[in-house]
């Protein structure tokens, strides 16, 4: 047995208004639904990325019926979002554009590029291209 | 602009060895490669899940031909893994034959059964229809 594929990827932000802007009008994330001061989850593509505030998942739910059980990391995450290199380049002069800082630029040794920046919260983010991991 | 989608899905954990075992012997995850103290990686289908012992690569790179950024979160994070509802009875029984707590199992109001336990570091994991979120 496999998983059939991934569902949710999360990252983790105290400042959800500042995540919440970030994502969808710097990233152009399509905004599925927000509950004030606990998530934004956002829809990209076939997966969700959600985003929680830590310091209030990390107690677990009082719901008898919806009892989800508690998560919250603390300190800086990760997550790569997909890119051909004419998108990493256009990613490239967006982000340069509105100011935010690429971190790291480079080239993998088996072939294919990255472009790393930050969220406001201070998560790790990158564009590549799937053949850094041999993906089609 | 949107993304193409999402290519990496990031834990972390500071038992490498038992991240191993339990997501390749247990989810059945198509190991990729690893860095012992480092990193295992996995592939899900089109998506890569990287696990990072955060205690190294809160540490920025030394190589300046990979520069690749710090990021390390503490803390329980959470990844949600897709199935349809015989999927999820059969990871259910699975799980439960392995000795695996299910710590959570139920329905959504809009639809879909989601069940979740933890990774050997503490990570909540889920299997969940994607009906949950609208998706087909």
Same mark, same amino acid.
């Given at each position: 047995m496999t998983p059939d594929g991934i569902l949710e990827t999360v990252l983790y932000a105290d400042d959800l208004p500042a995540a919440k802007t970030f994502y969808r009008d710097? #990233?152009? #994330?399509?905004?599925?639904s927000e509950e004030p001061g606990r998530h934004v989850f956002f829809r990209c593509g076939d997966l969700m990325l959600l985003i929680f505030d830590p310091g209030v998942t990390q107690t677990p739910s009082?719901?008898?019926?919806?009892p989800v059980p508690a998560h919250g990391a603390l300190g800086p995450g990760h997550v790569c979002f997909r890119a051909d290199a004419a998108g990493i380049a256009a990613w490239c002069d967006r982000l340069h554009g509105a100011g935010v800082d690429i971190e790291a630029d480079f080239e993998w040794p088996q072939g294919g590029r990255s472009i790393y920046f930050r969220d406001p919260a201070g998560n790790s983010l990158e564009f590549a291209e799937l053949r850094i991991w041999g993906l089609q």
């Open positions: 710097m #990233l152009g #994330l399509e905004l599925y009082s719901s008898s019926s919806l």
